[in-house]
């Protein structure tokens, strides 16, 4: 009874999660006729919501259409990123780190899900290193980062996301979820998704500039 109760909300945040990927592509199509001078807006907002759902999270309150407008809205702000990556590598490339992501994701949900170890004790160092990465980001805005340590800073990115996934999947697995608690979930596996992907994509382009 226990594996049926558990298996049957992880099969409802996969498809939630990948109807937020496709809210996602959505957003994107439509970035590509947002004008610039709105992108901003759009990205205070997208924090804006990203922060109520954190602040909800113990109430594990949030909705599918929160969810999904929330993937739409993060697909435009994310249009000019995927943008750039297609003209500075190339669409050959992007396809790649697409993919790649996709293999890095799954292998990890798949050994998550299936592993008897319990993973939930990663949780403190990925957070610590969560906000080791925010507070780079941020003064990368003020004093660029050169390639080399910009490098360096994606494959820590790389292994911080894997963790979440690894995290998030086993916590599933070894502790269920409500049913209210399946559109918070997607939203968490969403972000480790795109986060890795972006932190991908930007090894493939410092690589590519390198060669």
């Known amino acids: 009874m226990y594996q049926e109760a558990v298996q049957a909300p992880l099969a409802a945040v996969l498809r939630a999660f990948a109807v937020s990927l496709a809210f996602a592509v959505l957003g994107m199509i ?12 759009l990205v205070a907002i997208e ?3 990203l922060l109520f759902a954190f602040f909800l999270r113990r109430k594990k309150a949030i909705s599918y259409t929160f969810l999904y407008t929330f993937t739409f809205i993060s697909g435009i702000t994310m249009y000019p990123a995927i943008y750039y ?5 190339g ?35 990925l957070f610590a290193a969560l906000l080791a990465l925010i507070v780079i980001s941020i003064y990368n805005i003020f004093v ?5 340590g910009m490098l360096a800073f994606s494959f820590i990115g790389v292994l911080v996301f894997s963790g979440f996934v690894l995290y ?4 599933m ?14 939203l968490s596996l ?22």
Do not use: C, H, W
Request: glycine content about 8%; overall charge neutral; charged content about 15%.
């Open 30 to 41: 439509a970035g590509m006729f947002v004008p610039p001078a709105l992108f901003l807006p």
């Open 91 to 125: 669409a050959d490339l992007v396809l790649l780190g697409v993919g790649t992501t996709f293999t890095v994701f799954t292998g990890l949900a798949l050994y998550a899900t299936t592993t008897k170890r319990d993973l939930t004790f990663l949780r403190g160092m």
């Open 47 to 49: 924090i804006g919501m």
């Open 190 to 211: 969403y972000l480790n998704f795109i986060n890795l992907l972006l932190s991908i994509l930007r090894i493939f382009n410092i690589l590519s500039e390198r060669d």
């Open 144 to 148: 660029p980062i050169n390639s080399s």
């Open 85 to 89: 990556y297609l003209q500075s590598m």
């Open 168 to 171: 998030d999947f086993n916590r």
């Open 173 to 186: 697995k070894q502790y269920g979820m409500t049913l209210d608690e399946i559109p918070l979930m997607a």
